[in-house]
């Protein structure tokens, strides 16, 4: 009987061992895995088991790590490619441009027909449509590739927004359009004046080549967030993904030929550049864009 108590004894004692020797290698494990998500490593997970399961279970997890690390690196390839593909593109399609709009000038001051300028007209109104998307290439091409240098500062919103808008009054006559302004008060926010003014020139810009109707703009503050809200009808027959609308080159009506192109992805950058977020809703055939600044803090 004693014999058989002392062989238990060992016994449990040998597994309690055991067990603590277990529990500190999945320790280990929770410590390395830690390490690597931040402290961004790429070393390999290592153990010191006897058990098969546990060997299994860590070969498992390093092919696991590995296979994430070669997707990484392949999406940050692409990701490079896409880049100097945009920024080709952008430089290559600007000098035949150039050279286009010349022309048309030349044209212009030539003697035509009413038929051939109007029909010069319409040419030349293309080449300014072209013209915007190369440079909104231009623009989020290098937004892309270089280090963004934010300059953040005390900005009175309101009053910017304001100056933005009565800049845009002839482009918004020009489309027969007109643009209401609603804040009750200053709003200051911390951010850079320049990157500001061009995500509002953008935002309207976007309604201006979209809107059915009149542009709302409204100012407001919530959760310590300034908010930069941008309403205006569309077309009802229009099915845009209120979602994807800052995602590049997304087009909501592949049969048009305008798209909201770069503009709202140039949008998107800009705002999370100064530690802010975009968002779009539709309701009631109202198309609402919004941006989200940080408030100054005093």
Do not use: W
Request: charged fraction near 25%; proline fraction near 2%; aromatic fraction near 6%.
């Amino acid at each position: 009987m004693l014999i058989a108590v002392v062989i238990l004894t060992i016994i449990v004692i040998i597994l309690s061992i055991y067990v603590t020797f277990i529990q500190l290698q999945l320790h280990n494990i929770n410590k390395q895995l830690h390490k690597r998500l931040s402290e961004n490593t790429r070393q390999p997970l290592s153990l010191e088991l006897f058990n098969k399961e546990f060997d299994d279970l860590a070969i498992n997890i390093n092919k696991c790590l590995k296979a994430e690390e070669t997707l990484r690196l392949n999406s940050i390839r692409e990701e490079k490619r896409f880049k100097e593909l945009i920024a080709n593109i952008s430089h290559d399609l600007r000098t035949p441009l150039t050279a286009i709009k010349g022309y048309q000038q030349l044209m212009e001051k030539g003697e035509l027909t009413d038929s051939q300028r109007e029909k010069l007209h319409i040419t030349q109104k293309h080449s300014e449509e072209l013209g915007r998307m190369i440079e909104h290439f231009f623009e989020y091409s290098y937004l892309i590739n270089v280090e963004p240098v934010v300059n953040l500062e005390r900005i009175n919103l309101t009053n910017l927004v304001t100056e933005c808008l009565a800049d845009l009054v002839t482009t918004l006559e020009e489309n027969n359009l007109t643009v209401s302004l609603k804040a009750s008060s200053s709003i200051f926010i911390l951010a850079d004046k320049e990157m500001v003014t061009r995500i509002v020139q953008n935002l309207i810009r976007n309604c201006v080549q979209h809107s059915t109707g009149n542009i709302e703009v409204s100012l407001l503050t919530f959760d310590k967030r300034a908010i930069i809200s941008v309403r205006n009808s569309v077309n009802p027959n229009c099915e845009l993904e209120a979602d994807k609308l800052f995602d590049r080159f997304y087009t909501g009506d592949k049969s048009r030929n305008n798209s909201t192109g770069l503009g709202l992805s140039i949008v998107r950058l800009l705002a999370e550049q100064m530690d802010g977020s975009v968002g779009a809703e539709m309701k009631a055939g109202l198309l609402d864009l919004q941006v989200k600044l940080p408030l100054y803090k005093n």
